[in-house]
């Protein structure tokens, strides 16, 4: 059974910056290409960023790009999401997700795995 656990979510001033956390266990983690989602309250949960199993692909959302950084260590079987400039509307639960298909995506749809989330916080 694979499991994903965040951490490092936080209360944090408009400008300031984030480091996410997600250990993977239970299988290696270069099996898998890897995402983050964030789910604001009210709304439904949408994409963030993701990286191939390789970490030589990455995409992002519109609204965090050249803001947030998405990496991975497969040695540490953890994945990253360093958040900078941080903007109010950045305030969400943050997920980790990951797939075993092959390439990586923005759709929710492909992902199997799931972590519990971690909530970001972000004051004007």
């Known amino acids: 059974q694979v499991q994903l656990v965040e951490s490092g979510g936080g209360l944090v001033q408009a400008g300031g910056s984030l480091r996410l956390s997600c250990a993977v266990s239970g299988r290696t983690l270069s099996s898998y290409a890897l995402a983050w989602f964030r789910q604001a309250p009210q709304k439904a949960r949408d994409f963030v960023a993701a990286?191939?199993?390789?970490?030589?692909?990455?995409h992002y959302a519109d609204s965090v790009k050249g803001r947030f950084t998405i990496s991975r260590d497969n040695a540490e079987n953890t994945l990253f999401l360093q958040m900078n400039t941080l903007k109010p509307e950045d305030t969400a639960v943050y997920y980790c997700a990951a797939t075993l298909r092959a390439g990586i995506s923005n759709s929710e749809a492909i992902y199997d795995y799931w972590g519990q989330g971690t909530q970001v916080t972000v004051s004007s």
């Open positions: 990286i191939s199993w390789s970490g030589g692909m990455t």
